[in-house]
């Protein structure tokens, strides 16, 4: 029920969609209160997101650092462009590692879904080239295998 | 000049140039080795092989007449780690926000319990 999907749209795009036991309301705010973001946007196991900044309002900065521990470190500059609490977010980011990734606009709806919330994320990319490299060296396998662990999860 | 992984996503984008990491990635090869399985001259091989070097994602060597390639060590060790804080960020971090999301819904319900004994789900 809760699966992820993820699909291509035109030359630029990727969209990622997910359903969520909760409000809008709580979803919007779980993805720009930096207090919440802090909780649950932290990658990869064993990381953790010691700072963040998120400034929700057109124009307000955006920065997330993260760090395994042991001196892996990274992070993620942005903006925000457009705000419609609790239904709309658009913002741009772009990772640090330390050289930065190319800018990826992204554009988040929350839609209420019976007593749920389906999120839709509609990423961006800068060309063509960019998405064909970024799926090509093994996003939508691992995306696959990501799946494949939420349903096992999910049961 | 071109940022590093700006150029590496450049070299990426060509599947000619994929398919000779690919090749690359079983272990060194001549430039007449990797062209062999394409419909391509070798000077068009070679003009891949170029833009692959430039962006620093293979290395050429000179052994007498032949200009072997290997790949460059840690080359794509920056790429592979944005795809993978993409793809493994996205569905472990959805799994915590179902976790907290749940624990903020019964804060709700507990905060709104008593002012509004109708907005239970």
């Known amino acids: ?155 | 000049m071109q940022h590093g992984l700006d150029a590496a996503f450049s070299a990426l984008a060509d599947p000619t140039r994929r398919a000779i990491l690919a090749r690359l990635a079983l272990g060194e090869a001549t430039v007449m080795q990797l062209a062999e399985p394409f419909a391509m001259s070798q000077p068009a091989i070679s003009r891949h092989i170029k833009v692959l070097g430039d962006a620093g994602l293979i290395i050429q060597r000179v052994a007498g007449a032949k200009r072997p390639c290997r790949l460059a060590a840690h080359a794509l060790d920056d790429v592979d780690r944005w795809l993978a804080m993409l793809r493994e960020a996205l569905s472990r971090n959805y799994e915590r926000l179902d976790g907290l999301l749940a624990a903020m819904e019964s804060e709700n319900e507990t905060d709104s319990r008593g002012k509004d004994l109708t907005c239970a789900r």
């Open chain 1, 1 to 155: 029920m809760r699966k992820m999907t993820v699909a291509l749209e035109g030359d630029t795009h990727v969209v990622v969609t997910r359903r969520f036991a909760a409000a809008p309301k709580s979803v919007y705010r779980a993805h720009t209160e930096a207090e919440l973001m802090q909780k649950w946007m932290t990658g990869p196991e064993g990381w953790t997101m010691p700072f963040c900044i998120s400034e929700a309002r057109p124009g307000g900065q955006l920065r997330c650092e993260w760090t395994d521990g042991k001196g892996g470190d990274f992070y993620l500059t942005g903006h925000y462009v457009e705000l419609e609490p609790f239904s709309r977010i658009v913002h741009v980011e772009r990772m640090h590692l330390p050289d930065p990734t190319p800018d990826n606009h992204v554009e988040t709806r929350f839609t209420a879904d019976g007593a749920g919330t389906l999120l839709t994320m509609r990423m961006t990319l800068p060309d063509a080239e960019t998405r064909a490299a970024m799926l090509a060296t093994g996003m939508e396998e691992g995306m696959e295998a990501s799946y494949a662990r939420l349903e096992e999860v999910l049961g």
